[in-house]
Structure formats: structure tokens, C-alpha cells
């Protein structure tokens, strides 16, 4: 039987990076708890197709979903919080819609029409919102529009949301984030912003349902009831969220504020009874009680970046509650680590992540903090390009291959220890060509990632064009590194590690893509408790 599906729109206003996707994901997971089948969906402004081709600088963390889409970093923290996977229905940009579109005139779907933004560019979103819905026999899709209104390169969402709550109706709500500032010298908070904000909203056509006013400290009564009258809002509409301990705590705060229960009297569903957080307070409470602290080292070229590796970041997280730790993770520069400082940088971690990522800048500095790490015996955990920087060290300095490297760094190089894949090599086009996605891997009986995960077949994401290169495998093996995981189809190497040391596992694929609050990656969790009994 079909279902009757609500969306509900997620919309920002007076300045970015209030956390529509903490917002977003906070109600999935309390409408999740209540027994609805949710989904979440990103529609991002910006022209690229996708933000595979965008660097950490620009975007954060380009996140996979296990179909192979490269995908907004939300999609980590929608994933995280709902333990739902995603696929690339569920993160579109303006670059992919007006592709499509493109696509479609030069086919002559549209007849022979002028196309225009209206209705062509609308109805395009319009039917990837309302096709998800359709096809997954959802509850609710929550949709989050990126950017902030008022931006101009959002304004063909705003108008395909400004119709389809024209069409839908009770079916159709829209949740409106703004931000209340503290002005410290007056000792005020500031509603002007969010009545602008909220006035922005509405000349382009919506009148929001709901309104979230992200503030720093306690909003009184008396101002949530001036903004629902100038905002034209429902006073019982208009709750707060403060700045939280952990962005695990936003769902039981929005849960406090009623969040849940106005969706769904506003969308017409009974909002009786209680959702069942009994799980995720038993992760919070891990979280907050845990006294002991574990220090892990991040080594990567994006540390100064807050979202440059969110989801490693947030894996080690899960992991160090489920082990009744505090996570203490520490930042290293791998551009500003050489051989004479990468004991002072590492002495005092119990465990290392070797980071992923792209091109040469930093290559050096990782494989001085490999070598320290195999020669100190430091639990160490490399994922893909962390994995292939840990075949370069033992390929130079165990095997004596001196000039070993990756043919990404040096396509002349005598020893090309990781190379290029074969399908790889005609491929001109950067977006969108890598390996992408879930992919099968079969784990060597008696490896200590075998014993990990619990199981020998395994499915883990990917993103990357370069391979361990199979003409050095028994080499690699005869010294004491072993190909522990390779995969079914292709008998690509997944998983390499040195049986010998207490933890030294590179993976070519991305756990962290999988792991959620309420089902940690059970090779971060191993990592984590390698790393707690080494300290």
C-alpha cells in the first residue's frame, strides 16, 4: 500500500553554518524513534554536479554513499543519526538539476518549448523531492535546503518548495533555522535578524511553519512570543536550540522543546506517547560518563579544517564511548613532520590514523610518522591514501626499495609500489570516475582484521583511483606485511597489515563511512581498544 507522504523543508537564515543537518538529522532520529519510516535529503545551491571535484577548503568532507555518490558532508551526519544509508537520491545541486535539464532538451523531451527556470528547472527539483517519497514508501522526507535565504543561488529551490507546500498543502511544512545573536556590551538578544530572515522567506512566496532560533544562551518566553508575532508564527512553534554539549545531544533538546510533536499535529498525525531513545541515552551516557581519556593523533594535511575529516572524527567518537573512554583527538600537520620532530609530535599518543586523501603535499611527513609508529610499535591505522603511504615506508625501509612510491606522487619511479588501476588509466574526466561505493572485500582467516569484524565477507566504501600494485605482493608478505583482505571480483587488495605489531592495519576502502552512533565501525572499535591497552 502506498504511503501518504509529509516533507517537510528545512530552510537557514541570517548567517550559514547553523546546523540545518544537526537540525535535520535531530528530527529523523526522533521521528525514526516514534516508529516512522524517515529519509533525509540535501539539495545544495552550488553548480558542480556533485562535490567530488571540490577540495576540504572549499566543502569539508566529500562523503560516499554505498552507491557510489559523492556526496555533501550532511549526508555523514544524516547517516550517523538515523543508521539509514543514503544513495545519491539523497543529495542533489543545482549543477546536477540544470544537467538533467540540458539533457532532456537536447533529447526533445520538452517538444520544442522554450525551457525556463519555471517551470522546467522548478518541476525538475520538484520530482526529485516528491521521487523520493514515492520510491522508499517514506513517512516523512526531510529535505534541507542549502545556503541561507536570501542568497540568489538558492532561489529555484525556494520556489520549487514555495509550490510544492502550494500543492501539498498539510502534506508540506517548512522548519526555518535563524540565529538570535547575544550582543554582550548591551546584554540583549537580538531578534531584528530573525524577523529579516523570516521576511526574506516569505517575499519569495513561503510562510514558514516552524521556526528554530539557534542561540547561545537561554531565550525567555517573552522574546519567543515577540518573534512568533512579527515572524507570524505559532508561539508553541517557536523553539530554541542552544548551543549543546555534543551535537548527540540536539535530538533530546529538540525533544524538550517539542520539536517532534508540532510536526506531526501540524501534518496531521497523532503525536501521542513517547519516542524510544533508550539506545541513543545509553550512547549519551557512555559519552558523558566516561573519565579515562584516550589520546589518539590525527596525521593528515586538512587538520586545521573542523570538517576536513568529520567522519574519522566522529568514528573514533562512537568507538572511544563504546570503550567507556573520552576521545582526546590530536591534530599533527603531516606537512610539518620530518624526521628529527616526529617523536616530540607523536610520543605522547596511544594510537595513530594515517588520513586519506589526495596528491603529494604532506606524502613525507606521513610516511616519517609510519616509520616512527612500525619501529615503536604504535597501533596504527592507515585508511586509502593512509594505507598506501604505509606500503611506500615498507617498501623503502623494510624492503630496501629506496625510491618507492605511488605513481600519483611519481610516475617515473623505479618502484611502483601502489599504481594506478588498469580501468583507471584512459579516464579523462576527475568527477565522479573513481572507484566510488560499497564493495565486496574477503578477510584472511586469522588476520587481526578478521577478528575485528567478526566475519571473513565484508562490504566498505570506496574513493580512489590507485591500487596496492599485486607484482610486489609476495614481497611484501615474504618481509612481514600481509595482503589480509582483497576483493572477490577484481582480487584488488583491500587490507594490509604486519601481524607482527600489536595494531598496524591500512585499509584502501573508508570504514568511517559506516559507522553510526548506534553501530560503531568494528575496526575503529578495534583500533580504540588496541590503542586504550597500549597506554
Known amino acids: 500500500m502506498k504511503t501518504d507522504t509529509r516533507y517537510i523543508f528545512v530552510t537557514g537564515g541570517v548567517v550559514s553554518s547553523l546546523g540545518k543537518g544537526i537540525i535535520s538529522s535531530s528530527l529523523a532520529r526522533l521521528l525514526l524513534s516514534r516508529g516512522y519510516n524517515v529519509t533525509i535529503q540535501k539539495l545544495d545551491p552550488y553548480i558542480n ?6 577540495n576540504p577548503y572549499e566543502h569539508g568532507e566529500c562523503y560516499v554513499t554505498a552507491d557510489g555518490h559523492e556526496a555533501d558532508l550532511d549526508l555523514g551526519h544524516y547517516e550517523r543519526f538515523t543508521n539509514i544509508k543514503t544513495t545519491k537520491a539523497n543529495n542533489i545541486t543545482t549543477g546536477r538539476i540544470y544537467r538533467d535539464v540540458i539533457e532532456k532538451e537536447r533529447r526533445g523531451d520538452y517538444l520544442g518549448k522554450t525551457v525556463q527556470i519555471i ?11 516528491t521521487k523520493l517519497g514515492e520510491t522508499g514508501n517514506y513517512d516523512f522526507v526531510i529535505t534541507e535546503i542549502g545556503g541561507t535565504v536570501g542568497d540568489i543561488e538558492s532561489t529555484p529551490f525556494l520556489e520549487a518548495v514555495r509550490q510544492l507546500k502550494w500543492e501539498l498543502g498539510r502534506k508540506a511544512l517548512v522548519v526555518h533555522l535563524t540565529y538570535v545573536p547575544f550582543i554582550k556590551a548591551a546584554k540583549e538578544l537580538k531578534t531584528k535578524p530573525t524577523q529579516h530572515s523570516v521576511k526574506l522567506l516569505q517575499q519569495t512566496g513561503i510562510q514558514p511553519d516552524i521556526l528554530v532560533l539557534r542561540t547561545e544562551i537561554e531565550i525567555p518566553e517573552s522574546i519567543c512570543r515577540k518573534v512568533a508575532q512579527f515572524c507570524n508564527v505559532s508561539p508553541e512553534a517557536v523553539v530554541q536550540s542552544i548551543d549543546a554539549e555534543t551535537i548527540y545531544d540536539v535530538p533530546l533538546l529538540m525533544h524538550g522543546q517539542g520539536l517532534d510533536r508540532i510536526v506531526l499535529e501540524k501534518t496531521g498525525l497523532p503525536a501521542t506517547g513517547e519516542p524510544d531513545l533508550d539506545n541513543w541515552n545509553k550512547f549519551l551516557n557512555k559519552l558523558k560518563k566516561a573519565e579515562k581519556v584516550i589520546n589518539i593523533a590525527l596525521v593528515g594535511k586538512y587538520v586545521e579544517l573542523q570538517d576536513a575529516y568529520k567522519s574519522i572524527s566522529e568514528a573514533l567518537c562512537h568507538a572511544a564511548a563504546y570503550c567507556d573512554h573520552k576521545l582526546n583527538l590530536i591534530s599533527v600537520h603531516s606537512e610539518k613532520i620530518n624526521d628529527r620532530n616526529v617523536e616530540k609530535l607523536l610520543k605522547g599518543v596511544s594510537g595513530v590514523i594515517i588520513a586519506p586523501g589526495f596528491g603529494k603535499r604532506g606524502i613525507e611527513g606521513k610516511i616519517e610518522a609510519i616509520k ?4 615503536n610499535n604504535v597501533p596504527t591505522f592507515g585508511i586509502c591514501l593512509g594505507m598506501q603511504c604505509m606500503v611506500i615506508e615498507f617498501a623503502r625501509n623494510v624492503l630496501g626499495l629506496d625510491k618507492a612510491d605511488s605513481t600519483e606522487m611519481d610516475e617515473s619511479t623505479p618502484y611502483p609500489v601502489i599504481d594506478i588501476m588498469e580501468e583507471q ?7 565522479g570516475t573513481m572507484r566510488l561505493g560499497a564493495y565486496n572485500c574477503v578477510l584472511e582467516e586469522g588476520s587481526k582484521a578478521a577478528r575485528a569484524y567478526g566475519k571473513l565477507n565484508i562490504s566498505e566504501r570506496h574513493r580512489h583511483r590507485y591500487e596496492f600494485n599485486d607484482t610486489y605482493r609476495s614481497l611484501f608478505e615474504n618481509a612481514g606485511m600481509k595482503c ?12 594490509v597489515e604486519i601481524p607482527d605489531k600489536t595494531w598496524f592495519i591500512g ?7 559506516q559507522s553510526t552512533v548506534l553501530n560503531p565501525n568494528p575496526l575503529f572499535l578495534d583500533f580504540i581498544k588496541a590503542s586504550i591497552n597500549r597506554s
Open 372 to 375: 616512527w609508529c612500525r619501529e
Open 49 to 54: 554536479i556533485d562535490p567530488g571535484t571540490l
Open 425 to 431: 588509466k584512459q579516464i579523462s574526466d576527475l568527477g
Open 484 to 495: 589480509v583482505g582483497k576483493n572477490p571480483e577484481s582480487g584488488l587488495v583491500e587490507v
Open 507 to 513: 585499509t584502501q576502502y573508508h570504514p568511517e563511512y
Open 119 to 129: 517551470p522546467h528547472i522548478t518541476d525538475e527539483i520538484k520530482h526529485n523531492i
